[in-house]
């Protein structure tokens, strides 16, 4: 790979803390265009250069923050990085200005009103456009303070995934790339899963030894249902898959293990906080159910998010499930 970063256009949808700290990431290079929908807020960004969701973090001055979509640059990839469960009608909305683009998905989850995945949703919504995914262990707040990350870039021809690893370099991003993109996808989004299960667990006191096997067997269920649907078990075992999971079910920097702590704690969770695990938790559940794959971590996840069941219920259902061998 090149040293030297191509310098194109890069836009980003969606100025929460992830897309705005990857934008800033890449405008020390390129220029990066950010788009968010409330115009208050963009203007105030632009003219600051704060960002209400990364405190501390001064925006680089290659970084244009803006609430029309019809400013967006005509060339170069542009980010999704809006929740996975607002893609379908974002992408709907700007179809006209997304069409035909390279388009890369930042979004990590199973759309709750048809099981898809975010590429299968926007090869209905945006079929001619091509497509790419950006997922791994990362946390907004590290990657906006330059701090190493390393991230897989899945896209179905190999020419496009190599394009994109040259454009979408920071001096602090590690992209590698892979045509997996189901697997990439399903890593992102079950990961979610697992991490609500393992914070519940924790916040329940039921200790380290128990998050130890959710996330083991919980490793088992993001595969069986990877392998299920084409994709390499390889995936699944690189940053897509145990990478994120391994950082989304130890840290509370993830929302997701933040809404387990709480449930586990019996505490409430500010509704206004995004939690994409929760949408995905239930999604997958009627897919399981639909074809007839295992997946009771899934399974108790959906129970906890709609408070049929509490932790200790959930976790006296999956001890006294038969015994078994273990396999992966």
Not at 56 to 85: E, F, H, R, Y
Not at 196 to 211: E, K, N, V
Not at 269 to 286: I, K, L, N, S
Request: with cysteine; net charge negative.
């Amino acid at each position: 790979m090149s040293s030297a970063p191509v310098s194109v256009p890069i836009s980003v949808l969606g100025a929460g803390a992830f897309g705005t700290a990857l934008a800033t990431s890449f405008a020390a290079h390129a220029p990066v265009w950010l788009w968010g929908r409330n115009a208050e807020v963009m203007a105030r960004m632009q003219a600051d250069r704060t960002c209400p969701r990364l405190p501390g973090v001064t925006l680089d001055p290659g970084l244009t923050c803006a609430s029309d979509i019809t400013a967006l640059p005509a060339s170069g990839p542009v980010l999704l990085a809006v929740p996975m469960q607002q893609l379908r009608a974002v992408t709907t909305r700007f179809a006209d200005q997304l069409a035909h683009r390279t388009l890369v998905l930042c979004c990590k989850g199973i759309e709750l009103s048809t099981g898809l995945r975010a590429s299968e949703v926007l090869a209905q919504t945006l079929p001619e456009a091509t497509l790419a995914v950006l997922t791994g262990p990362s946390f907004a707040a590290d990657i906006a303070r330059g701090l190493p990350t390393a991230l897989t870039l899945a896209c179905e021809t190999a020419d496009c995934a190599e394009e994109l690893q040259e454009q979408l370099q920071a001096p602090h991003l590690r992209l590698y790339r892979t045509t997996d993109v189901t697997g990439a996808e399903l890593g992102g989004a079950m990961k979610n899963v697992i991490a609500i299960a393992c914070g519940a667990a924790i916040g329940a006191g039921l200790g380290d030894s128990a998050r130890a096997a959710l996330m083991t067997r919980g490793y088992a269920e993001m595969s069986r249902m990877a392998k299920a649907l084409g994709a390499s078990p390889a995936t699944l075992a690189g940053l897509s898959g145990f990478g994120d999971l391994a950082l989304t079910c130890t840290s509370e920097g993830s929302r997701n293990y933040r809404l387990g702590l709480a449930i586990g704690r019996g505490e409430d969770f500010d509704p206004a906080v995004t939690v994409e695990g929760a949408a995905t938790a239930q999604a997958t559940h009627a897919l399981a159910q639909r074809e007839g794959w295992d997946m009771p971590i899934t399974e108790v996840v959906t129970g906890l998010v709609d408070q049929r069941l509490d932790v200790k219920t959930a976790m006296a259902q999956l001890l006294a499930r038969p015994l078994k061998e273990e396999t992966p």
